[in-house]
């Protein structure tokens, strides 16, 4: 299994750009999770998706980000327009919920991560 | 409002020593993680924690978990070099699928 898979791995553009960041993840897992990371706040959750539903998008920190996941393979995470504030690694993780009866399940496996700069 | 606190922030450490890093949680959680983080790279998962009492051990680490205290350790013994690192515990709030993690825990461990 390639893991999580995640691009860019860097993005470095200028404030006001839109910034598309893509997230494939684990074959068969069908919850999916976006993380931004800063020195200051730490790891926070933006939103996670169920079954490629948004369940809960309550750490999405403004208007400005939005995300979707069109399929069980392939979600997105859209920041327009960026500013420097926005400038944090992001990260995508994927799960198998624990509806599926497996106490091992819930266990939420990461990707490499994307460095975004806005400049 | 939910917190799960890690003790110590930052931890320097002479190789061959034994140290505790400890996690502390404020909600009810019937499950924990911990993971290690190695600078600019991704979490990669060490432990999965289901029930009160559980531990487990990998190498040099050993974690447990008393859900009655809301608290979770990692053990390390006989530390090398090899796990200077991040390491993050989070909690799984009963009935949430959304992890909360710790402030992390940064290791460097000295030759």
């Known amino acids: 299994d390639a893991g999580v898979i995640q691009s860019p791995r860097h993005e470095v553009t200028e404030m006001g750009q839109e910034v598309t960041l893509r997230c494939k993840p684990i074959?068969?897992?069908?919850?999916l999770f976006w993380y931004r990371q800063t020195m200051m706040r730490g790891l926070e959750l933006l939103i996670y998706?169920?079954?490629?539903?948004?369940?809960?998008d309550s750490g999405m920190p403004e208007d400005r980000f939005s995300a979707k996941m069109p399929n069980a393979s392939f979600s997105t995470l859209k920041i327009q327009p960026s500013e420097p504030r926005d400038s944090a690694v992001y990260f995508c993780?994927?799960?198998?919920?624990?509806?599926?009866?497996?106490?091992?399940?819930?266990?939420?496996?990461f990707g490499p991560g994307t460095r975004l700069t806005v400049l | 409002e939910l917190k799960v606190e890690q003790n110590p922030l930052f931890l320097s450490m002479q190789e061959g020593k034994n140290y505790t890093i400890y996690c502390n949680y404020s909600?009810?959680?019937?499950?924990l993680y911990w993971y290690r983080q190695d600078p600019g790279k991704s979490l990669e998962s060490l432990f999965v924690?289901?029930?009160?009492?559980a531990v487990k051990q990998e190498g040099r680490l050993m974690a447990s978990l008393d859900t009655k205290a809301r608290l979770s350790t990692l053990h390390i013994t006989a530390a090398v070099h090899d796990l200077s690192a991040t390491y993050f515990c989070?909690?799984?709030?009963?009935?949430?699928?959304?992890?909360?993690f710790g402030t992390g825990t940064r290791l460097k461990v000295l030759a």
């Open positions: 993780a994927s799960s198998l919920d624990r509806t599926s009866g497996r106490i091992e399940d819930n266990e939420q496996f």
């Open positions: 074959s068969g897992h069908n919850s």
């Open positions: 998706f169920n079954n490629n539903v948004p369940i809960d």
């Open positions: 909600t009810t959680s019937d499950r």
């Open positions: 924690l289901l029930s009160n009492g």
């Open positions: 989070a909690v799984d709030p009963s009935g949430t699928y959304k992890y909360i």
